[in-house]
């Protein structure tokens, strides 16, 4: 795959399997093994365009969730 924007300039990633965490409609979800690039040097996290689709998707209509989990949420100020 190859990655079209990354800030921090460098072009070599690594493949691994990643959790994300994402808010839809005050709704919290949080999608475990990811397959993603990660870069080399900055660790930023990227998708393919399908993984992205497929995802941000599932949020939009998620079904209903594997498990439900209990998780701190803290409010950066
Ligand atoms: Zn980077």
């Not at 996290?45 to 969730?65: C, G, L, R």
């Amino acid at each position: 795959m190859k990655v079209k924007y990354n800030n921090c300039g460098n072009n070599t990633f690594h493949d691994e399997i990643v959790n994300h965490v994402l808010e839809i409609k005050a709704r919290i979800y949080a999608v475990k093994n990811i397959p993603a690039k990660i870069c080399d040097r900055c660790e930023a996290k990227f998708f393919s365009p399908e993984t992205y689709d497929a995802v941000y998707k599932m949020n939009y209509n998620p079904k209903s969730p594997n498990k439900k989990i209990e998780a701190e949420l803290l409010e950066f100020s």
